[in-house]
């Protein structure tokens, strides 16, 4: 019985097939980009029928955001006591976007989000999570007097941001294990080096 009969009559579909057709999309996406990205590449790539692929998704766009949605994530809630341990958590997430077999994939969808129907708005999503994270953590430690009045949410975000792409995409290939086992340690000295320059708050 093939994998569409069984569905057809009620069996759950497999998850380890999901997450192998996931997993190839993402890896594809990376290396090829929107162009370069088909179903019979994924199918190729994941070793399955491409109706297994059509089985659960309709379109290759369909594919391509399912795969995101699972290997390019946004912002989840940040809360902490000081204004150092919130930007760490944020940190955090931002660096696990682009480290491992994702990290191409975000790269790449930073670029092409605009011109792929039905995606756009997955990224815009993700690029809207963290400004409002950003703007609570600034909120927040403004309150409690941690930061001054006039700090720039934008500014912030920016160092934050940039400064882990810079580093994800400057490591080369052979030191990337290094940098998953490492990326605590330099998310910690990150932040602290950005709030030693961020002028106290007037008392």
Same mark, same amino acid.
């Given at each position: &019985? @093939?994998?569409?009969? @069984?569905?057809?009559?009620?069996?759950? *579909?497999?998850?380890? +097939?999901?997450?192998?057709?996931?997993?190839?999309?993402?890896?594809?996406?990376?290396?090829?980009?929107?162009?370069?990205?088909?179903?019979?590449?994924?199918?190729?790539?994941?070793?399955v029928g491409k109706a297994s692929i059509y089985l659960r998704w309709q379109t290759k766009q369909e594919l391509l955001l399912e795969a995101l949605r699972r290997h390019v994530s946004a +912002? @989840?809630? +940040? *809360?902490?006591? @000081?204004? *150092?341990?919130?930007?760490?958590?944020?940190?955090?997430?931002? &660096?696990?976007?682009?480290?491992?077999?994702?990290? *191409?994939a975000a790269l790449r969808i930073s670029l092409e989000a605009d011109s792929i129907p039905g995606v756009a708005g997955h990224w815009a999503g993700i690029r809207e999570s963290q400004i409002l994270a950003a703007r609570a953590i600034v909120r927040r430690a403004i309150e409690r007097g941690e930061l001054p009045e006039d700090t720039s949410v934008t500014l912030l975000l920016d160092t934050l941001s940039g400064a882990v792409v810079n580093h994800v995409q400057t490591t080369p290939a052979a030191a990337r294990a290094q940098l998953r086992e490492n990326a605590d340690d330099y998310v910690?000295?990150? +932040?602290?080096f950005l709030l030693v320059r961020i002028p106290a708050p007037e008392r």
């Amino acid at each position: &019985m @093939t994998e569409i009969e @069984t569905s057809a009559a009620g069996r759950p *579909r497999d998850p380890e +097939v999901d997450r192998k057709i996931a997993d190839a999309a993402i890896a594809l996406f990376g290396e090829q980009g929107w162009a370069g990205f088909s179903v019979e590449a994924v199918a190729k790539r994941a070793g399955v029928g491409k109706a297994s692929i059509y089985l659960r998704w309709q379109t290759k766009q369909e594919l391509l955001l399912e795969a995101l949605r699972r290997h390019v994530s946004a +912002v @989840t809630e +940040v *809360r902490a006591s @000081t204004v *150092r341990d919130e930007l760490i958590q944020l940190a955090s997430q931002l &660096m696990r976007n682009y480290l491992g077999d994702s990290r *191409r994939a975000a790269l790449r969808i930073s670029l092409e989000a605009d011109s792929i129907p039905g995606v756009a708005g997955h990224w815009a999503g993700i690029r809207e999570s963290q400004i409002l994270a950003a703007r609570a953590i600034v909120r927040r430690a403004i309150e409690r007097g941690e930061l001054p009045e006039d700090t720039s949410v934008t500014l912030l975000l920016d160092t934050l941001s940039g400064a882990v792409v810079n580093h994800v995409q400057t490591t080369p290939a052979a030191a990337r294990a290094q940098l998953r086992e490492n990326a605590d340690d330099y998310v910690r000295a990150l +932040v602290d080096f950005l709030l030693v320059r961020i002028p106290a708050p007037e008392r």
